[in-house]
C-alpha cells in the first residue's frame, strides 16, 4: 500500500468539487458544500479494537459513511481528519509507532477513496521523539498531509510534559523548519482526571489543558522560537480570552526575553477553531482577543454532533463576510494543500 501512495502522490485533501454557497447566516437551511471542517475525527477500525476500553461510544459508532452522512448534511465540503482521542501513546514506542502509521496510512487512503472531501491532520508518536521525526517526514513527504496533529500534554515515566516542555523541541523544531500547522487537541492530563468526581473533566479539563499548554508555550519562549509554525487550538483556544490579563500580571520575570514581541503578539497570531464554542458568550471573548481571520470553523465531530456547530454559527453575531471567512476561506489561506476551487 505504501508503494501504491508513493506512485500516486497521495495527497490527504484531494480536489474538492468547485461549489459555492451564500453566507450560512442569510440561508434557513444548508444546500451546497461549503464549509471545511478543521476539527473532524475519524476512528480507525484496527484502532478501535485495540483500545475498545479507551476509546469513547462516539469513536466505537464511527464510519467514514456516517462521517460523510452528516457533512452532507450540513453543507460540509471538506473536513480535515485528526485521530479520535485518546491517541496512540500508552508508554510503548513500537507500539505507538505503528499504530500511528496505520491511522494515518487508513485515513489518506480514505481520501483517495473520496477525492475532495477529507483531508488530514497525522498522529505522531510523541513522546517518542524519534517515532515522530520519522512520521513527520512520512507524513509530509509520502501522504502529503495538510499539517500534523499532536495533544496539548503527554505523560511518560517522567510525569506530564506539556508542549514547551524541552524534550519536544527536536520535534518542534522539525516542524517550524517545515513550516507546518499543527493541531492541537486538548487530553486529560493525569494528575487532574480525577479533581472534581462529581463533574466531568470533558468540563472542566478539557478548555483547561488548552490553557495550560498556551501558556507553557509562551512562557518557555516556544511561541516566540517556533516562529513559523502554525498552531490551531481547538474549543476556542479553551480559558485563554478569559486567562489572558493574567498573563500580563503574574509573567515571569524574563517574559521580554520569551516573549519579545509580546504576550498579546503572541495569542492574536495563534489560529483557534470554534468547536463546543458556538455561542454569544464564547465567541465575544474569542473575537475581542483575535481578529476573525484567526477563527477556523471546527465540529468536533463524531463526540459532538457536526450539526450542532453548523447551526449554532447562524446564531452569532457575525457578519456574512465573517461567516464565510470562519466557515470557509480561513481555512483555504491557512492550509494551501486544500482544494482551491
Not at 45 to 64: C, G, H, K, Q
Not at 136 to 163: H, P, Q
Not at 196 to 215: F, G, K, N, Q
Request: proline share 8%.
Amino acid at each position: 500500500m505504501l508503494s501504491g501512495f508513493a506512485a500516486m502522490g497521495v495527497s490527504a485533501a484531494a480536489a474538492i468539487i468547485g461549489r459555492s454557497s451564500p453566507a450560512l447566516a442569510n440561508a434557513p437551511t444548508v444546500d451546497k458544500s461549503w464549509l471545511i471542517d478543521v476539527h473532524h475525527h475519524f476512528a480507525p477500525p484496527s484502532y478501535v479494537a485495540e483500545n475498545r476500553a479507551r476509546v469513547s461510544p462516539a469513536a466505537l459508532d464511527w464510519t467514514p459513511q456516517k462521517a460523510l452522512d452528516a457533512m452532507d448534511a450540513q453543507g460540509v465540503a471538506t473536513a480535515v481528519l485528526s485521530l479520535a482521542l485518546p491517541g496512540v501513546w500508552f508508554g510503548d514506542a513500537e507500539g505507538a509507532r505503528r499504530t500511528s502509521r496505520a491511522c494515518n496510512d487508513y485515513a489518506a487512503n480514505l481520501a483517495l477513496k473520496h477525492p475532495g472531501r477529507f483531508g488530514l491532520f497525522p498522529v505522531i508518536p510523541l513522546p517518542d521523539t524519534e517515532g515522530s521525526l520519522r512520521e513527520i517526514e512520512y507524513s509530509f513527504d509520502v501522504l502529503k498531509a495538510d499539517g500534523v496533529g499532536v495533544l496539548t500534554s503527554y505523560t511518560d515515566d517522567s510525569g506530564s510534559k506539556w508542549l514547551g516542555n524541552p524534550a519536544f523541541a527536536p520535534v518542534f523544531e522539525e516542524l517550524n523548519r517545515r513550516k507546518a500547522v499543527v493541531f492541537v487537541h486538548p487530553t486529560v492530563a493525569n494528575c487532574c482526571q480525577k479533581l472534581l468526581p462529581d463533574v466531568s473533566p470533558l468540563v472542566s479539563e478539557i478548555p483547561e489543558d488548552t490553557t495550560r499548554a498556551v501558556t507553557n508555550l509562551m512562557f518557555t519562549g516556544s511561541l516566540a522560537r517556533f516562529r513559523d509554525t502554525r498552531f490551531i487550538f481547538s474549543h476556542g483556544g479553551g480559558d485563554v480570552p478569559m486567562v489572558m490579563g493574567r498573563m500580563h500580571d503574574y509573567a515571569p520575570k524574563n517574559i521580554a526575553e520569551v516573549a519579545p514581541n509580546g504576550i498579546d503578539y503572541e495569542l492574536a497570531r495563534l489560529f483557534y477553531d470554534i468547536a463546543g464554542t458556538a455561542y454569544r458568550p464564547a465567541i465575544a471573548a474569542l473575537t475581542t482577543l483575535v481578529p476573525t481571520t484567526q477563527i477556523l470553523f471546527g465540529s468536533d465531530n463524531p463526540f459532538v454532533p457536526l450539526e450542532k456547530t453548523a447551526q449554532g454559527m447562524k446564531g452569532l453575531d457575525l457578519s456574512a463576510a465573517d461567516l464565510q471567512a470562519i466557515g470557509r476561506d480561513n481555512a483555504l489561506a491557512l492550509l494551501p494543500t486544500l482544494p482551491r476551487n
